[in-house]
């Protein structure tokens, strides 16, 4: 099996990852990771969202960021242990709810208005990727807001670089760009659902 395809679908490894270190990527402390919430605030902060959903959550610490622009908040990860920490870090938040789940089964039932996909794209091979974010974006209504951020580095456990996540999802034709930026590290996108 090549790299690329262990990591595409395996729970194991980010759970492995989980119960080695409470915050294997410093998503509460590094500047990089705390940076990249800052900018994905700063874009969506134009508006309030009636329900968000963010697959690949982690830790929960954007997800607790969210809580404070949208009405209700439904997150997912498929590393039980993540999970749990999510869950402990947005306990004193009765809007957000955080489970055990993988994309595409894990999608809420619920209509939400805005999707944060953040750095969650790249570890799906392009088709499936491409096929998964199609899932996504059909599902939501007209007028809705997506944001995709991602780093721009390589990593072993990635099957696909941050930019080429980001030229999928800009392919579909039921999305209009309204913000990009972009650093030395990180790629921002905000579009609209039309």
Known sequence: MSIDAKFESSPAFFEAKYQESA?????SHSA?????????IRAISHRRY???????????VLTERLAAHCDAVDAIDFSPTAVEQAQARCVHLPHVEVYCAALPD???TNDFDLLVLSE???Y??????QRISSTLVDFIPQGATVIAAHWLGHSQDHCILGDEVHEILLAHPKLRVEHTER????????????
């Open 23 to 27: 915050d294997p990527w410093d998503f």
């Open 32 to 40: 990089y990771e705390l940076g990249r919430y800052d900018a994905i």
């Open 50 to 60: 009636r329900r968000a959903f963010e697959p690949g959550c982690s830790i929960g």
């Open 106 to 108: 894990g999608m809420p």
């Open 120 to 122: 969650i794209g790249y």
């Open 124 to 129: 799906f091979t392009p088709q499936v990727w």
């Open 183 to 194: 650093s030395q590290n990180m790629r921002l996108d905000r579009l609209v659902r039309l």
